[in-house]
């Protein structure tokens, strides 16, 4: 099993341009999240989809971020446009059970730099 | 979500047990005890968890408090590869789903 992959595995970008952070669930689990860790505040979910589905994105800080997922084995977190304040650790996880704690399987996750 | 209270880093030595302790006073009835570690540079990784009684799996036990305002993760034979942060957190059971980690335990395995 390859478990979570995530791309890039780094990212460095200037401010104001449009990064996309991509992520490939392991295969058969239906529920998907994107967290963002830094060290003021810790680990943060940001969106969770089930069956493909958004299903809570109370988390997402604002219209600059955007997730998809258009398939079961593949979701997308866009930030247009990026500014420093976005740097960060940013993981995806998946999940066979959605609603466990539990069960999330965390992928190596992307570090973000937005000069 | 209970606030939980754990201390900033502890040293262990490789082949001894780790005993990691975690304050939470205001959980409340509903609310179950996790602990995910995080190994430097990967994601979160699940360990255990526990409402009440005490519980062991292949990584690890939780001893859980009869008053469950407090907790302590064992690690049985610590290895070099156990060097984490380790979190402690409280959540309810159902649709616990959001993963939340304070600060956590820096735990240092020496050889």
């Known amino acids: 099993d390859a478990g979570v992959i995530q791309s890039p595995r780094h990212e460095v970008t200037e401010m104001g341009q449009e990064v996309t952070l991509r992520c490939k669930p392991i295969?058969?689990?239906?529920?998907l999240f994107w967290y963002r860790q830094t060290m003021m505040r810790g680990l943060e979910l940001l969106i969770y989809?089930?069956?493909?589905?958004?299903?809570?994105d109370s988390g997402m800080p604002e219209d600059r971020f955007s997730a998809k997922m258009p398939n079961a084995s593949f979701s997308t977190l866009k930030i247009q446009p990026s500014e420093p304040r976005d740097s960060a650790v940013y993981f995806c996880?998946?999940?066979?059970?959605?609603?466990?704690?539990?069960?999330?399987?965390f992928g190596p996750g992307t570090r973000l730099t937005v000069l | 979500d209970a606030k939980t209270t754990q201390p900033p880093s502890m040293d262990c030595a490789e082949g001894r047990a780790a005993n990691l302790p975690c304050n939470h006073s205001?959980?409340?009835?509903?609310?179950?005890v996790y602990w995910y570690r995080q190994i430097h540079s990967q994601g979160p990784q699940y360990i255990i968890h526990?409402?009440?009684n005490n519980e062991t799996n292949e990584m690890a036990s939780l001893i859980i408090t009869e008053d469950r305002k407090s907790s302590t993760l064992i690690l049985p034979h610590a290895t070099l590869r156990d060097t984490a942060v380790y979190y402690c957190?409280?959540?309810?059971?159902?649709?616990?789903?959001?993963?939340?980690f304070g600060a956590g335990t820096t735990v240092t395995v020496r050889a």
């Open positions: 996880a998946s999940s066979p059970s959605g609603s466990r704690a539990d069960t999330q399987y």
């Open positions: 295969s058969g689990h239906n529920s």
């Open positions: 989809f089930n069956n493909n589905v958004p299903i809570d």
């Open positions: 205001t959980i409340s009835g509903n609310e179950y």
């Open positions: 526990g409402l009440k």
């Open positions: 957190i409280v959540r309810p059971r159902s649709n616990d789903y959001k993963l939340s």
